[in-house]
């Protein structure tokens, strides 16, 4: 299993485009999530879907949309990057049923900047 | 709404040594689940060690140990015979048992240790 995998590793965008990143997993989580990481700061969860076609917001949704189309796959989309944005982008995922559900594997990070 | 804090920004010690990272958390809820993570210089994150809040014994693995006081809402993590690969940013998490995956992090602790 590759686990959860994440594209790109890094990217550098201008206030005002868009962008998709992509989060994909191989080991048939229900669960998957997207968090952000700011300097000094903890992750912070923006969006998270229970299962394919179910999604919902996180703590910091704003400027951010999901869809989950199939169970591997969880893209982030900025449709008009800004400055704030600019973050290390973090996609987790997970089995729905106890004992296991609790365990997140994380992907690698999309360091995304913006200018 | 659940928050978690760290108060430790930094923490340094010398290789061989035990360091203890201290965590509280607040919440109303009953059941849950509290984290380690670490994540080192290449930014993956990695579980170290979970507890389920019904559990009254403290988890243990290997060199990790917590110290979870459900009463004071209190999660610390014991690193006994710290190793120079013990080098991280280490942070504290909290998730509900009921509903979806949701991480909520505290700030981190950088935890350094010196040969």
């Known amino acids: 299993n590759a686990g959860v995998t994440q594209t790109p590793k890094f990217q550098v965008l201008k206030t005002g485009q868009s962008m998709t990143l992509q989060c994909a997993q191989d080991?048939?989580?229900?669960?998957m999530s997207w968090y952000r990481q700011d300097p000094g700061m903890g992750l912070r969860l923006i969006h998270y879907?229970?299962?394919?076609?179910?999604?919902d917001q996180g703590e910091v949704p704003n400027g951010y949309n999901v869809s989950r189309s199939t169970t591997e796959d969880f893209p982030l989309r900025l449709l008009s990057a800004a400055p704030s944005q600019t973050s290390v982008y973090f996609c987790?995922?997970?089995?729905?049923?106890?004992?296991?559900?609790?365990?997140?594997?994380f992907g690698p990070g999309t360091r995304l900047l913006v200018l | 709404a659940q928050t978690v804090t760290q108060s430790q920004p930094e923490m340094s010690v010398q290789e061989a040594e035990t360091v203890t990272l201290s965590c509280t958390y607040d919440?109303?809820?009953?059941?849950?689940?509290l984290f380690w993570y670490k994540q080192p210089p290449s930014r993956q994150m990695i579980l170290v060690i979970r507890?389920?809040?019904?559990?009254?014994q403290n988890a243990t693995e290997n060199r990790f140990s917590v110290n979870f006081q459900k009463a004071a809402k209190s999660f610390s993590l014991k690193i006994s015979d710290s190793q120079l690969g013990d080098t991280a940013m280490y942070f504290c998490?909290?998730?509900?048992?009921?509903?979806?995956?949701?991480?909520?992090f505290g700030q981190g602790t950088r935890l350094t240790i010196n040969p």
């Open positions: 987790a995922s997970s089995y729905s049923k106890s004992p296991l559900q609790e365990t997140q594997y």
């Open positions: 080991m048939n989580h229900e669960y």
């Open positions: 879907s229970v299962g394919a076609g179910i999604t």
């Open positions: 919440t109303s809820e009953n059941n849950y689940y």
């Open positions: 507890q389920e809040a019904y559990k009254q």
């Open positions: 998490a909290f998730m509900k048992q009921s509903g979806a995956q949701k991480l909520v």
